[in-house]
C-alpha cells in the first residue's frame, strides 16, 4: 500500500507545482504594446455654422455721435456700401477754413504772376534805358553819372524782378500745402461716413441713433460672402484620424436627422485647450480639441447654427 502512495503523491506535487506557475504568469499586468486602439468608423464632434472665412466683428476707425444708420440685421451689403453717418460738424468747419485758406492764396498767387511780369517789363524797360545812355556817353553825348544812374536803376530792377520770383514761390508753395490740407480734411470729413468693408450679411448691429461711437469700438458682425461650412472640434483622442477629403454629416444638436452632408475641407495643426462652442465657463477646460472645417452641401443653414458633426473616417 505505500508504494502505491508515494508516485501518487509526487504525482499531485507536480501539478500543482504547475498551477502555480501558470497563476503568477497570468497575474502579470498587460505590457503597454498589448493595448489596442478603438475600432470606430465615425467621430462626433460639436461645430456652428459660419462662412468659410470666419465671422467679422466691425469696428469704427473714427470716433463722433451717430446721426443715422442705413443698416439693418440681416441685410445684404456691398463693399464701400454707406453704413453709419457720423456728425461731422467739426470736420467740416474744417473743410471750409482749408477752402478759404486755399482760396486766398490762390488769389494772391495771381497778383504775384502781375507783379512778376511788370517786374520783367521794367528790367527789360532798364536794360533799353542804360544801353542807350551808354551808347550816349561813348559819343560824349551822355554824363558819366547819367550812365551810373542807369546802372544802378538796372540793378535795382534786377533785384526787384528775383524778389517777386521768390515771393511767387513761397505762394506756390502755400498753395500747394493748402491743397493737400483741404485734401485731408476732405478725406477726414468722408470718413465720418462707415463703410462696409467687404460683401457680406449683417448679422449683428449694436449701433443706435444718438449713441456715440468711439474709435475701434465694434458696431456690428458681419458673414463675409462665400461659401458655408461648419467649424467643429474634435476631441483629442480622435485627433490624428481625422483628414481633408473625409464625408461628414451634420445634424442639429439634439436631433437625429442630418441636415446636410459635408467634406472635411481643413484641418487645424494644433490643439486647443478649451471648447469653442460650450455654453458654461469651465466647461472641458482639461480637454484639447483639434479644430476642423466642413464644407456644407446644404447652403441654406443659418449662420451660427449649433450642429454635431459626424466624420466617416473608414
Known amino acids: ?66 446721426t443715422r444708420i442705413y443698416m439693418k440685421e440681416g441685410e445684404l451689403i456691398k463693399k464701400d456700401m454707406p453704413l453709419i453717418q457720423l456728425d461731422n460738424i467739426v470736420q467740416s468747419s474744417q ?35 542804360y544801353d542807350r545812355t551808354r551808347r550816349l556817353v561813348e559819343k560824349k553825348a551822355e554824363t558819366q553819372q547819367q550812365l551810373d544812374n542807369a546802372r544802378t536803376d538796372l540793378e535795382n530792377k534786377k533785384l526787384a524782378l528775383r524778389n517777386a520770383e521768390a515771393t511767387l514761390q513761397l505762394t506756390e508753395k502755400k498753395v500747394s500745402e493748402s491743397g493737400t490740407q483741404v485734401k485731408t480734411a476732405l478725406a477726414t470729413q468722408g470718413k465720418s461716413i462707415i463703410r462696409a468693408p467687404q460683401n457680406g450679411r449683417l448679422l449683428e448691429v449694436s449701433a443706435r441713433v444718438g449713441a456715440s461711437l468711439t474709435p475701434g469700438q465694434r458696431y456690428a458682425q458681419l458673414a463675409p460672402e462665400g461659401r458655408l461650412t461648419a467649424l467643429c472640434e474634435i476631441d483629442e483622442l480622435f485627433a490624428d484620424d481625422i483628414k481633408t477629403g473625409q464625408t461628414a454629416f451634420i445634424r442639429y444638436k439634439g436631433y437625429p436627422d442630418t441636415v446636410s452632408k459635408g467634406t472635411v475641407l481643413y484641418t487645424a495643426p494644433y490643439l486647443k485647450k478649451k471648447s469653442l462652442f460650450s455654453d458654461e465657463v469651465g466647461v472641458k477646460e482639461d480637454r484639447r480639441v483639434r479644430e476642423v472645417r466642413i464644407l456644407l452641401d446644404n447652403q441654406e443653414l443659418l449662420i451660427n447654427r449649433q450642429v454635431e458633426c459626424i466624420i466617416k473616417i473608414k
Open 1 to 66: 500500500m505505500l508504494k502505491l502512495t508515494t508516485p501518487l503523491l509526487f504525482f499531485f506535487f507536480l501539478i500543482a507545482c504547475s498551477s502555480e506557475k501558470q497563476t503568477k504568469k497570468d497575474d502579470k499586468p498587460a505590457s503597454k504594446d498589448s493595448l489596442v486602439k478603438p475600432d470606430i468608423k465615425q467621430v462626433a464632434g460639436t461645430g456652428r455654422v459660419e462662412p468659410e472665412t470666419g465671422l467679422t466683428d466691425l469696428a469704427s476707425e473714427n470716433g463722433g455721435l451717430i
Open 95 to 129: 473743410v471750409e477754413e482749408a477752402a478759404a485758406r486755399l482760396n486766398t492764396q490762390q488769389q494772391q498767387l495771381q497778383l504775384d504772376r502781375v507783379k512778376i511780369e511788370e517786374a520783367r517789363n521794367n528790367l527789360q524797360q532798364s536794360q533799353i534805358d
